[in-house]
T-cell receptor, first 109, second 116 residues
Framework: DAKTTQPPSMDCAEGRAANLPCNHS???????VYWYRQIHSQGPQYIIH???NNETNEMASLIITEDRKSSTLILPHATLRDTAVYYCIVRVTGNQFYFGTGTSLTVIP | GAVVSQHPSRVICKSGTSVKIECRSLDFQATTMFWYRQFPKQSLMLMAT?????????EQGVEKDKFLINHASLTLSTLTVTSAHPEDSSFYICSAGGLAKANIQYFGAGTRLSVL
């Protein structure tokens, strides 16, 4: 079962930062947080992952709270192509990913 | 990132026939691959974990005789939907992982199965 909760939908103005929250209050000390996104009728695309420290790559930044019970994915300058469903996943033992319902992000022109 | 190829992208078949879907890791070896299905407007549901050289592990409620998984090499896993029926129509997606310590999974583009 998914160990994360996310808001079902969010809107963001084009060019502005999109901040997508995720709660994972039952996360264990050695479990990573992963973010993926899925554009309609395609396979999920890896965005970023983290354990304790904040992470940044060419796509996004990941902010993890000190107690690790929540995190925020930041898309610094959202474009129309960032419209997708974003999934926050905490990997359980055995490497399986259990997807929650995700957040449907709509970037508005 | 790593590339996972899934074929075919779309298949339409008659009820009662079997359909095979292939998942290949193109530039890395994947000891473990995963199969998901996704119904319209729903999230991905993990069906099974495919381990190279051993039997797949199925999630609760997934019929192993209905969804046959073979992982014969480090770069190929196949899912066969046997005796497909209209209720099996869905979007099937595979993933492969294990590249790094954090075990990032990379996903195929998915297969749209329509059973008439």
């Amino acid at each position: 079962d998914a160990k994360t909760t996310q808001p079902p939908s969010m809107d963001c103005a084009e060019g502005r930062a999109a901040n997508l929250p995720c709660n994972h209050s039952t996360i264990s000390g050695n479990e990573y947080v992963y973010w993926y996104r899925q554009i309609h009728s395609q396979g999920p695309q890896y965005i970023i992952h983290g354990l304790k420290n904040n992470e940044t790559n060419e796509m996004a930044s990941l902010i993890i709270t000190e107690d690790r019970k929540s995190s925020t994915l930041i898309l610094p300058h959202a474009t129309l192509r960032d419209t997708a469903v974003y999934y926050c996943i905490v990997r359980v033992t055995g490497n399986q990913f259990y997807f929650g319902t995700g957040t449907s992000l709509t970037v508005i022109p | 990132g790593a590339v996972v190829s899934q074929h075919p992208s779309r298949v339409i078949c008659k009820s009662g026939t079997s359909v095979k879907i292939e998942c290949r890791s193109l530039d890395f070896q994947a000891t473990t691959m995963f199969w998901y299905r996704q119904f319209p407007k729903q999230s991905l549901m993990l069906m099974a974990t495919s381990n190279e050289g051993s039997k797949a592990t199925y999630e609760q409620g997934v019929e192993k005789d209905k969804f046959l998984i073979n992982h014969a090499s480090l770069t190929l896993s196949t899912l066969t939907v046997t005796s497909a029926h209209p209720e099996d129509s869905s979007f099937y997606i595979c993933s492969a992982g294990g590249l790094a310590k954090a075990n990032i999974q990379y996903f195929g583009a998915g297969t749209r199965l329509s059973v008439l």
